[in-house]
């Protein structure tokens, strides 16, 4: 597995500081996240789920702990939209450049807004995907939200 992603390679260009974790991704898990926390042997809420979304029809990008739900009501109103729905799988792998379960919200095809939970940043750090399945990177949540430009907001239900 390579550990130089397009998402590594963005957070290198933004000088922040972080580390690579490696797992065995299970195709069959039914929450990718929760799967990525038992394999790094780590509490599920401080693994980030990075979710495409659409508010008001435009792409948005939601990282929240991965033991968690994002409220489309909240998230529409983190973005000042009026509704808020999931982007489908291939809607979003088409959007980001990256396959379900190995999509990051570092080094997008296209760079979109983004907003990660504000119950993220109460940790010293966290896990977001590295750009692949089975990558893993470990970084300060504030930032993870520098280099992505993020709003930091309550989204969970």
């Known amino acids: 597995m390579s550990k130089s992603t397009r998402a590594t390679q963005a957070l290198q260009k933004a000088g922040v500081a972080f580390e690579t974790l490696t797992y065995d991704y299970d195709p069959d898990a039914d929450r990718i996240g929760i799967q990525a926390a038992e ?25 929240v702990p991965s033991d ?27 959007a980001t450049g990256y396959v379900v379960g190995g999509i990051s919200a570092f080094g997008q095809k296209k760079t979109v807004p983004t907003v990660i939970e504000a119950e993220a940043m109460e940790h010293a750090f966290i896990f977001m995907n590295g750009g692949q399945r089975g990558l893993q990177v470990k970084l300060a949540p504030q930032d993870a939200a520098r280099a992505i430009d993020s709003i930091v907001a309550p989204v969970v239900a």
């Open 68 to 94: 968690r739900e994002v409220s489309m009501k909240k998230l529409a109103a983190a973005f000042k939209g009026k509704s808020a729905n999931m982007m489908k799988p291939a809607q979003a792998e088409k």
């Open 39 to 63: 394999a790094i042997g780590v509490s599920p809420s401080i693994v980030l789920k990075t979710l495409m979304a659409e508010v008001d029809g435009k792409a948005v990008c939601a990282v």
